[in-house]
Each structure stands twice: as structure tokens, then as C-alpha cells.
């Protein structure tokens, strides 16, 4: 959290960004986010992975790293 000067508190989401073309829907980022912020969705017949609560991400990367076909990235 950082203050804007005035005394005003904002948040700054970390969060990754999911690419849904290269996501296989393995499940493996559900699995490995110890703050539950994925859930598994059937797009157009398609499993994917999606980012639900990005509020309760703490940016500890282990989607990221869990992810076998690099769908989940961090901004540069």
C-alpha cells in the first residue's frame, strides 16, 4: 500500500496476466495459488483458467513458475 501525500491509502494490484489462447486449463495455477485467486471456466468448450479475486493476490509468483505453457506472465 502507498500513500498518495495527502494521506489517502492506495492499493496497487500485482497480479499476473493470463493469456486465455495459450492456456491449456491443466489446472496447475488453481492448484499452486495459496490464496485461491484462479478458478477453471469452460469457455466456447474450452477450459481456462481465470483470474477471479485478484484482490487476494500477494504476487509470491508460484503460478507463474507452475504454469507448464507460460499462459501466466508478469507485466514488465
Given at each position: 500500500?502507498e500513500?498518495?501525500g495527502v494521506?489517502?491509502?492506495?492499493s496497487l494490484?500485482v497480479v499476473p496476466?493470463?493469456?486465455?489462447?495459450?492456456c491449456?486449463?491443466?489446472?496447475?495455477?488453481?492448484?499452486?495459488c495459496p490464496?485461491?485467486i484462479f478458478?477453471?471456466e469452460?469457455?466456447?468448450?474450452?477450459?481456462?483458467?481465470m483470474i477471479t479475486?485478484?484482490e487476494?493476490?500477494n504476487?509470491?509468483?508460484r503460478?507463474?513458475?507452475t504454469?507448464?505453457?507460460?499462459?501466466?506472465?508478469?507485466?514488465?
Amino acid at each position: 500500500m502507498e500513500t498518495d501525500g495527502v494521506g489517502t491509502v492506495v492499493s496497487l494490484l500485482v497480479v499476473p496476466t493470463l493469456n486465455v489462447i495459450l492456456c491449456s486449463g491443466c489446472g496447475q495455477c488453481v492448484a499452486a495459488c495459496p490464496n485461491k485467486i484462479f478458478t477453471l471456466e469452460t469457455i466456447r468448450f474450452h477450459k481456462n483458467a481465470m483470474i477471479t479475486h485478484p484482490e487476494l493476490c500477494n504476487a509470491c509468483g508460484r503460478c507463474v513458475k507452475t504454469c507448464p505453457v507460460a499462459a501466466l506472465l508478469w507485466d514488465p
